[in-house]
């Protein structure tokens, strides 16, 4: 099983090597990126390991530079497409749900809340899997908990530890 990983330096911080060990995990993560710039970046070239998964998660960096909703969506529609295009017949897509964050202003928690509705609606449209794993990260006040970041933003070695538990758990 090849899974292909993309997104921004939430990703590309995530070792799947480390992680998955006896995986043939590949990441292209860009640390910085948005939407629109994976977008721009996307090539054949990243698909030629033939993954059977792809798992997307990309917006937060949006957010912070006050993209419009519907841009980061439309975007995130048009990678969609992409993946399609450049993956196997039959590939499994999981759109992955923004994290939370800890004290992150231009990030704030109730808009990735509501972000994370609409890619979860958007998944649905395309006929493709969300993986809603914001609530795994969560405190009691809906901060991202800070036992799994140490900047309020990116995650550290428990949090990926904790996503990796989540996508075991998954049916690929």
């Known amino acids: 099983m090849k899974a292909l990983f993309l ?11 480390k992680f998955f060990p006896d995986r043939d995990f590949l990441n292209h993560g860009i640390s910085g990126f948005s939407s629109s710039e994976v977008l721009d970046t996307i090539h054949v ?52 749900s923004l994290f ?32 809603h794993i914001n609530p795994f990260f969560k405190d009691e006040n809906g901060q991202m908990d800070r036992k799994f970041t140490n900047d309020g933003l990116h995650l550290n070695p428990d949090a990926y530890e904790k996503w990796k538990e989540i996508i075991q758990r998954l049916d690929f």
């Open 45 to 96: 070239g990243w698909f030629k390991v033939q993954p059977d998964v792809v798992f997307l998660c990309i917006g937060t960096n949006d957010l912070a530079r006050d993209y419009d909703e519907t841009e980061t969506l439309d975007n995130i529609r048009q990678l969609v497409e992409k993946i399609r295009m450049f993956s196997p017949k039959g590939v499994k897509i999981y759109l992955t």
């Open 100 to 131: 939370p964050t800890r004290h992150n202003p231009p990030r704030k928690n109730h808009v990735i809340d509501l972000l994370n509705l609409k890619i979860h609606s958007l998944a649905l449209e395309e006929n493709i899997n969300y993986l």
């Open 7 to 17: 997104g921004d330096s939430i990703t590309e911080g995530f070792d799947l090597k």
